[in-house]
């Protein structure tokens, strides 16, 4: 029987991918006790980067957005596969971080990661507030737009 979080995903349409693998020499996620670290995932979509580019140059503000949604289902692909599966386990997105693909004079950073905070918040409701930081960085690997990173809180 599917559990709550995988209704949520049902309900909301989306399909989770396998959790992406590494592109260099890290791992895509470390468990300490109950505290979830999951490595900066990239716009990837059926294993091609989806968005590249400077958000506001090559891309549209909205289109940033969607990238940072595409990471944070890549995200929570991870976390499924760092919970054996069940998504239930989460008890509380803790924090996210964004990096957004940008010129020095682009200053909507926040507005472009909020394509990934609403996304938690609409898939774990409440236990999906998190603290965040969004800055911009001057290019990031493969060209992507966005990258976001995550931790969370798990339930025994």
Do not use: W
Not at 38 to 53: E, K, N
Not at 127 to 150: M, N, Q, T
């Amino acid at each position: 029987m599917a559990g709550k979080i995988d209704a949520r995903l049902k309900d909301l349409g989306i399909e989770l991918p396998d959790a992406p693998a590494p592109a260099a020499n890290y791992v895509p996620y470390t468990l300490c006790g109950n505290i979830l670290y999951i490595s900066g995932q990239v716009p990837l979509r059926d294993g091609r980067v989806a968005y590249t580019g400077k958000v506001g140059q090559d891309l549209p503000l909205e289109e940033g957005q969607a990238a940072a949604r595409t990471c944070a289902i890549n995200i929570i692909a991870q976390a499924r596969a760092a919970c054996g599966g069940d998504l239930d386990r989460v008890k509380q997105v803790l924090k996210l971080g964004g990096f957004v693909n940008a010129l020095p004079d682009f200053t909507d950073h926040p507005k472009v990661i909020n394509g990934a905070s609403d996304l938690m918040v609409e898939v774990f409701g409440d236990a999906g507030r998190h603290a965040r930081f969004a800055v911009g960085a001057g290019s990031l690997p493969l060209g992507c737009a966005v990258e976001v990173e995550a931790i969370f809180a798990l339930r025994d």
